[in-house]
């Protein structure tokens, strides 16, 4: 499975961006998708998820009402909308992609900045 992730940016606080995930080299049906984010000093952590078949979604509290993460089949792509983006928001997003199945992750992208200014 490879995975781009694109979108990142400098925003201000309170602005927009939307991540995309690009996935081919299979097909995902049986996969769950998620967004993982890292911030400088800070160890990785889970933002939100969902399975390829649109159930199953979760959200780190800390982003509950302010993003949402969803899929264009049709594209093999997985989005994250971020709104309301506060400078704690400040990391390197990443995608990732694993088997329903599966405890871990074990494909990612390369992740994309995201740098939020107050």
């Known amino acids: 499975v490879q995975l781009q992730a694109s979108g990142g940016g400098l925003v201000q606080a309170g602005g927009s961006l939307r991540l995309s995930c690009a996935a081919s080299?299979?097909?995902?049906?049986?996969?769950?998708m998620g967004w993982f984010r890292q911030a400088p000093g800070k160890e990785r952590e889970s933002v939100a998820a969902?399975?390829?078949?649109?159930?199953?979604?979760y959200y780190a509290d800390f982003v509950k009402g302010r993003f949402t993460i969803s899929r264009d089949n049709a594209k093999n792509t997985v989005y994250l909308q971020m709104n309301s983006l506060e400078p704690e928001g400040t990391a390197v997003y990443y995608c990732?992609?694993?088997?329903?199945?599966?405890?871990?992750?074990?494909?990612w992208g390369q992740g994309t900045q995201v740098t939020v200014s107050s």
């Open positions: 969902m399975n390829w078949s649109g159930y199953t979604i």
């Open positions: 080299g299979r097909t995902f049906n049986n996969y769950r």
């Open positions: 990732a992609a694993k088997r329903t199945s599966s405890v871990r992750y074990d494909s």
